[in-house]
């Protein structure tokens, strides 16, 4: 399974990646650095609609 991780990079992330890495699992993070496996925050666009 592909898995994407919001903040994959940090305390918690990094467990949970290795966890998801171990039973084959396709992961990548999303980070604040960029770097192989990661996307940074600043690659997205945002576009939020309000609707009335």
């Given at each position: 399974?592909?898995?994407?991780?919001?903040?994959?990079?940090?305390?918690?992330?990094?467990?949970?990646?290795?966890?998801?890495?171990?039973?084959?699992?396709?992961?990548?993070?999303?980070?604040?650095?960029?770097?192989?496996?990661?996307?940074?925050?600043?690659s997205?666009?945002?576009?939020?609609c309000?609707?009335?």
């Amino acid at each position: 399974m592909r898995v994407v991780i919001g903040g994959g990079s940090g305390f918690v992330g990094r467990e949970l990646t290795r966890l998801l890495k171990s039973k084959g699992h396709e992961i990548t993070i999303i980070s604040r650095q960029p770097g192989p496996g990661k996307i940074s925050w600043s690659s997205f666009t945002f576009d939020f609609c309000i609707r009335a």
